[in-house]
């Protein structure tokens, strides 16, 4: 079986559980996942973690003594760092982006950014989660023909379609995510103050670590009752499977933050639409390629908080309306997101390099 560099500078942020996914259910290659920095590897097991040499002539005899016939480089940092390796080994190499890898106007001075030009002639393949971020490289000189859309998928057995009963008091406002400005969370805080001037018994539940926390904690003591707003933390995929079988409505108000960064299109969107839930969330990133407004949920202007109170209000008082966009999301993330085909395309990709690599 034929030996891949499965390459992520760290090994593994908490919020990457959709790359850990992807490496677990491949089959047609051998991954063998080089890192600079292990982390979290109890949470994600694996076999096959090696050290990721820091200069790239140590990189170019560890790829060689393990018999490496392509890179799969996993955000564009990694991909820029291995060129020099790519072009000695004369193996094919795919860079898969994310989101806050994205080039902007406003880092052009960065050297990283100097260097994607290059990167776009000298890597194989690009992989990207939406057609907004294709439509980004192709902006920075990325040719269309090496860039692949490959939508993020989810375990559809993990998340289970779940029947709600209707109801208009104690609604659940749900919000997955990791405490980043990016994720809008502020603006969800605000909004649910409005929320409870006309629904004073909606409860909001936020699920996630980070920078924004203390923030956060400040902006619920103003304001709002004790006991309306949590901060849970964060917690395993089971119980967060739980807790989404239990919410109502699911809020993700995402933006593009000053420096540029932003999403491509949420794993926690698309895990809260296959238990059947309604969305609301924000025209960002490739949000709107998961989320049609008025079908599967709504979607505001970044930073819009009255439009974000006026949609989760409307949700709140349509228990029909709740029901009927948790079934089109569910159908949709069945069709498009489902992580077993996404990964046979993975496998499709790299079966193509290989051969063209031969």
């Not at 390796?85 to 960065?110: E, I, Y």
């Not at 009752?225 to 409505?249: F, M, Y």
């Not at 949700?315 to 046979?344: H, S």
């Amino acid at each position: 079986m034929k030996r891949i560099a499965f390459v992520r500078l760290r090994y593994l942020p908490p919020s990457e559980t959709f790359i850990y996914g992807e490496l677990k259910r491949i089959r047609t290659v051998k991954p063998i996942v080089f890192a600079r920095k292990r982390m979290n590897v109890k949470r994600f097991p694996y076999k096959r973690i090696k050290t990721l040499p820091t200069r790239p002539g140590g990189i170019v005899r560890a790829f060689r003594r393990r018999r490496i016939r392509l890179i799969h480089a996993r955000f564009g940092n990694a991909g820029v760092s291995l060129m020099r390796v790519k072009r000695r080994l004369r193996v094919p190499m795919l860079t898969s982006f994310h989101g806050f890898d994205l080039p902007t106007r406003r880092n052009r001075a960065k050297p990283y950014h100097r260097k994607l030009p290059l990167l776009f002639r000298v890597g194989d393949k690009f992989t990207v989660p939406s057609r907004h971020m294709k439509r980004k490289l192709m902006r920075w000189g990325c040719p269309r023909h090496k860039i692949k859309i490959m939508y993020s998928g989810i375990d559809l057995a993990r998340f289970p379609y779940v029947e709600r009963e209707p109801k208009a008091e104690g609604v659940t406002i749900v919000g997955v995510g990791r405490l980043h400005p990016k994720k809008g969370f502020r603006y969800l805080v605000k909004a649910f103050r409005k929320v409870l001037r006309t629904h004073p018994t909606s409860r909001l539940v936020i699920v996630g670590e980070g920078e924004e926390r203390r923030r956060l904690m400040r902006m619920i003591r103003k304001g709002i009752p004790r006991g309306q707003v949590r901060l849970r933390g964060h917690i395993p995929h089971d119980k967060l499977t739980e807790l989404l079988r239990k919410a109502d409505i699911f809020c993700l108000p995402s933006i593009t933050t000053k420096d540029g960064n932003q999403e491509g299109i949420p794993n926690s969107i698309k895990e809260a639409m296959a238990t059947g839930l309604p969305i609301v969330s924000t025209k960002h990133g490739g949000i709107p390629e998961l989320v049609e407004h008025g079908k599967e949920g709504f979607l505001v202007p970044e930073r819009n908080v009255k439009r974000l109170a006026e949609s989760l209000n409307a949700l709140i008082e349509q228990a029909d309306l709740r029901r009927e966009m948790g079934r089109n999301g569910r159908a949709k993330v069945e069709r498009r997101f489902d992580a077993v085909k996404q990964v046979e395309r993975l496998e499709g990709i790299y079966d193509r390099l290989l051969r063209k690599g031969r």
